[in-house]
């Protein structure tokens, strides 16, 4: 199953796409995560991309798009896989489908996860990422169970640099500059599907997979 996971900053996109990977058992590729192990590693594309993610703004589509490129090719996309964090424009998603038909792939759902604007800032403002394995917590809604130790894999916990005032404000903006089209696109092609993700994450996984069933009636999940 393809998935492509839509949705503002804070929405749950990374929180949902690493559980329903492993529910499906298909990979969860997030190009911020992979742009930020660029940035980690100081390659020529993290150095690159770093001044955009800290401006909150897009990095060039060209870069996202090779780098995703490059990962579509791995063997372990050949069943599925949930796509988060692109497409973000209509150009992006033009190029998806270019790449995926190259591949003789195709998305099978498009969830849109929508969050009003006060839980995005209060998810965002309390997130704390694995330094090691990338899991996801929240200081009040998912707390670890050692203040600052993944529970996963005892790495230590962090928050993002882009998750700063100034920052998550032009995210948004620029979410909201690009959102409209990118879901019409969609729309049209009848892909689109609404969760609602001011809820609790299982309920909001639920209802994912309850919508993945029903446009696949043989997924399988764990
Ligand atoms: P990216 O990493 O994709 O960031 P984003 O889209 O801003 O989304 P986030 O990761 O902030 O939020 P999320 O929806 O994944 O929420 P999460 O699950 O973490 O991109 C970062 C930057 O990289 C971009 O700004 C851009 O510069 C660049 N970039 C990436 N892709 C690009 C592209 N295609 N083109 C160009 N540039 C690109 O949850 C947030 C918090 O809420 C967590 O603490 C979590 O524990 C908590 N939480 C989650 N769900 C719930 C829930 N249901 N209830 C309570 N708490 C919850």
Redesign the pocket.
């Known amino acids: 199953m393809r998935i492509v996971l839509l949705?503002?900053?804070?929405?749950?996109?990374?929180?949902?796409?690493k559980v329903l990977a492993q529910k499906l058992q298909v990979p969860h590729i997030?190009?911020?995560?992979i742009?930020?192990q660029n940035v980690a590693q100081q390659t020529a594309l993290g150095k690159e991309?770093k001044d955009?993610?800290d401006k909150?703004?897009?990095?060039?589509?060209e870069l996202?798009t090779q780098m995703?490129d490059k990962r579509l090719q791995q063997l372990d996309v050949k069943h599925g896989f949930i796509l988060?964090?692109?497409?973000?424009?209509l150009a992006?998603a033009k190029v998806l489908d270019v790449m995926l038909k190259e591949k003789k792939m195709d998305i099978d759902m498009v969830v849109y996860?929508d969050a009003s604007a006060q839980v995005i800032i209060q998810?965002?403002s309390?997130?704390?990422?694995c330094k090691s394995c990338g899991a996801?917590?929240?200081a009040t809604?998912?707390p670890p169970k050692v203040a600052l130790v993944c529970d996963t894999c005892k790495g230590k916990l962090y928050q993002?640099s882009?998750?700063n005032e100034e920052t998550i404000k032009n995210?948004l903006s620029?979410?909201r500059k690009e959102v409209k089209d990118l879901s019409l696109y969609y729309q049209k092609i009848h892909k689109l599907e609404h969760v609602s993700?001011?809820?609790?994450?299982p309920?909001?996984l639920e209802k994912v997979i309850s919508l993945a069933k029903q446009r696949n009636d043989t997924v399988k999940v764990r």
């Open positions: 949705g503002p900053p804070g929405a749950g996109k990374g929180t949902q796409a997030s190009t911020g995560d742009l930020r991309a955009y993610m909150g703004l897009l990095v060039p589509d996202v995703l988060d964090g692109y497409p973000r424009n992006q996860l998810r965002l309390g997130r704390l990422v996801n917590f929240h809604n998912m993002r882009d998750d995210r620029v979410y993700a001011d809820e609790d994450p309920i909001v």
